[in-house]
C-alpha cells in the first residue's frame, strides 16, 4: 500500500504541515509521522478525515489518483495484493492500486472441489480464464469445461458459473468486468468515495435475521463488490430465498427449530423471537459486524435487540441516520431522526435527545468529518416559548459537545447555504451555512426531507441504525439497490469505526 508516499504528496502540494493536518483532524501528529515514516495503515474512518481535509478523495489518498482519473499504472510482482483466502481459492490482483477499474484482472489458485461443494456465482458482464498451470474444470450453465495449459474461456458472467482443479491445483489468470459494479452507477462522487472506504476494509461479516428476498440481494451484491466476505443466516433454511445459493459457501446457515406451538400463531411472534434472539446471540458471540433485519416484523427484532439481560444496546436511544449526498454542497449531509423516534424531544427528555444527536456525530465521525457541525433544525432561528421546540433546540445548544459544534434552532435555508447565512447576517454563527448533521424536531419532517431528497431529487441515500454495540440494518422492498447496497457500504465502515475505538 502507497498511502504514507501519497499523503506526504498531497500534503505538500497543499502547503500543509504535518502540525496543521494533524490539528485539523483531531489525531495525534505521531499518526502523520507514523504513516509518512513507517508506511502505517490507519482507520478507514482516519482515512476519510485526512482525505476531507487535505480536499481530495480516498481513491488518491490511498492509491495516489482519482477514482475516475486516466491513468497507466505498473504493478510488480512484489505489489500484488491478495484478496481473498478460502478453502478452494487464493485470489492475487494484479492492479490493486487502480482506482475506478471495470475489469479486475486477478491470478488465482483453483484447488479441488466437490460437486456438492462447488461455489457457483453469476453477475451481469464478462469473465476470461486464461490456464497457466495445472488442469482447470469450470462449469458455465450447467455444462463442464476441461481446460489444460494454454487453453482459455470467455463467457457472460451472467451465467451461472463454478471453478474446480483436476489435481492438486491450476493458476489461472482470471480477467473479470463487472457490467453493474455499484462504483459505476452511483450517481454522487462522496457516494463512489465511500464504497472504495467499504472495499478497502476487506470484507465484513453480516448476521441476517430470517432473510428475505431483499436482504440477500443486498448482501449478494455487496459480496460482488468485496464488501461483504460472509453471512450467517439465521432462521428456518426451507424458507430462506434461493438466491443466497450463488454463493452458498460464504453463507453459513444457523438454524432455527420451529417448537409445538408455532403453527397456532399465523404471526409465528415466538419463533421470530427466537430468530432474534438467535441473531442478537452470534453478534454477542463475536461472529458477525453488522446485523441484519428479513422477513421479521420490526418491533420483535427491536426486542431482541434490546433486551436488558441478552440483548446488544448500547444504552443509547436507538435513532436512524439517513446520508446524503445533495446539488451543490461538496460534503456529505447526515440527516436524522427521519424514520425511528416520532420527537427529538419527548416531554422534556433531553437525555433522550441528547443520545438521537450522539449517534448522528458517531456516524458523522465515522465517514471521515472530523468535528461535525450540527443544526437542530426548525421553522425560525429565533427560539419562541410558542415554538417549544426552539427552546429545546436552544438549551441542547448549550450543552457540552466534545466532538462537535451544536447550534440550534436553525431554519432548513441558514444551515446549509452560506448565502442564506450572509444575507440574514449570521455568517459568523459556526454552523451556519456550513451544517454537516440536520437535527429534525419531529419524524414528519425528518420523513418529508427524506422522500423529497431521495425521490424528486433522486439523491443516493444510505441508512445506519444505532443504539446496539454493532450497526442496524434495516432496508424495505421500496428501497432501491442503490440505497441497499450503501447502506451496506456505511454500515460496514462504522463498523470498523467501533472496532478502532471510535
Not at 488442469?135 to 494454454?150: C, P, S, T
Request: charge should be negative.
Amino acid at each position: 500500500m502507497y498511502t504514507g508516499k501519497h499523503l506526504l504528496s498531497l500534503r505538500e502540494k497543499a502547503n500543509i504541515s504535518r502540525e496543521e493536518l494533524a490539528d485539523s483532524i483531531g489525531e495525534p501528529l505521531a499518526l502523520i509521522e507514523r504513516m509518512e515514516d513507517e508506511a502505517y495503515e490507519p482507520s478507514v474512518s482516519i482515512l476519510l478525515k485526512i482525505a476531507s481535509a487535505l480536499e481530495t478523495d480516498i481513491s488518491t489518498l490511498i492509491y495516489g489518483k482519482a477514482f475516475d482519473a486516466r491513468s497507466v499504472m505498473v504493478t510488480s510482482r512484489e505489489e500484488r495484493v491478495k484478496v481473498e483466502r478460502r478453502r478452494q481459492f487464493d485470489y492475487e490482483s494484479l492492479a490493486p492500486s487502480y482506482a475506478g477499474k471495470h475489469i479486475e484482472p486477478f491470478l488465482v489458485d483453483v484447488y479441488p472441489n466437490e460437486p456438492d461443494t462447488l461455489e457457483y456465482s453469476s453477475h451481469e458482464g464478462e469473465e476470461f480464464h486464461y490456464v497457466m498451470e495445472g488442469k482447470l474444470k469450470i462449469i458455465v450453465d450447467g455444462r463442464e469445461h476441461l481446460l489444460n495449459v494454454g487453453d482459455s474461456i470467455y463467457f457472460d458472467s451472467s451465467l451461472p458459473h463454478a471453478l474446480s482443479s483436476v489435481g492438486d491445483r491450476a493458476k489461472v489468470m482470471v480477467a473479470v468486468y463487472n457490467a453493474a459494479s455499484m462504483r459505476h452507477l452511483t450517481r454522487s462522487r462522496k457516494m463512489t468515495e465511500l464504497i472504495e472506504a467499504a472495499r478497502h476494509l476487506g470484507g465484513r461479516s453480516v448476521v441476517v435475521v430470517l432473510p428475505n428476498d431483499t436482504a440477500i440481494e443486498a448482501v449478494n451484491r455487496a459480496m460482488e463488490e468485496r464488501v461483504v466476505e460472509d453471512a450467517l443466516l439465521v432462521g428456518d433454511p426451507g424458507t430462506f430465498p434461493e438466491a443466497y445459493r450463488r454463493y452458498a459457501n460464504r453463507y453459513e446457515i444457523v438454524p432455527v427449530e420451529h417448537e409445538a406451538g408455532d403453527d397456532a400463531d399465523p404471526a409465528q411472534t415466538a419463533y421470530q423471537r427466537r430468530c432474534a434472539d438467535r441473531g442478537v446471540a452470534l453478534i454477542r458471540e463475536g461472529r458477525g459486524h453488522m446485523l441484519m433485519k428479513g422477513n421479521i416484523n420490526t418491533a420483535i427484532f427491536m426486542k431482541g435487540v434490546l433486551d436488558k439481560q441478552s440483548g446488544i444496546g448500547s444504552g443509547r436511544r436507538l435513532s436512524l441516520v439517513s446520508i446524503f449526498e445533495l446539488p451543490k454542497l461538496n460534503r456529505l449531509i447526515f440527516l436524522t431522526d427521519p424514520g425511528i423516534n416520532t420527537a427529538l424531544t419527548t416531554g422534556d427528555d433531553l437525555a433522550t435527545s441528547r443520545d438521537i444527536i450522539l449517534n448522528g456525530i458517531d456516524v458523522a465521525r465515522a465517514l471521515g468529518v472530523a468535528k461535525p457541525k450540527v443544526a437542530i433544525l426548525d421553522a425560525n432561528e429565533l427560539p419562541s416559548k410558542k415554538l417549544p421546540t426552539t427552546m429545546f433546540a436552544q438549551e441542547l445548544s448549550a450543552m457540552e459537545w466534545p466532538n462537535a459544534t451544536v447550534y440550534g434552532p436553525l431554519s432548513y435555508d441558514l444551515a446549509l447555504y452560506e448565502d442564506s447565512a450572509r444575507h440574514k447576517g449570521i455568517e459568523d454563527n459556526p454552523v451556519a451555512g456550513k451544517a454537516d448533521i440536520l437535527i429534525v424536531p419531529h419524524i414528519s419532517g425528518g420523513n418529508f426531507l427524506y422522500k423529497a431528497w431521495a425521490m424528486t431529487m433522486s439523491a443516493d441515500v444510505a441508512n445506519i441504525v444505532l443504539g446496539a454495540t454493532v450497526p442496524l440494518i434495516i432496508t424495505s422492498r421500496s428501497d432501491g439497490d442503490m440505497t441497499k447496497f450503501l447502506t451496506l457500504c456505511a454500515s460496514a465502515v462504522y463498523s470498523g469505526y467501533e472496532e478502532d475505538g471510535k
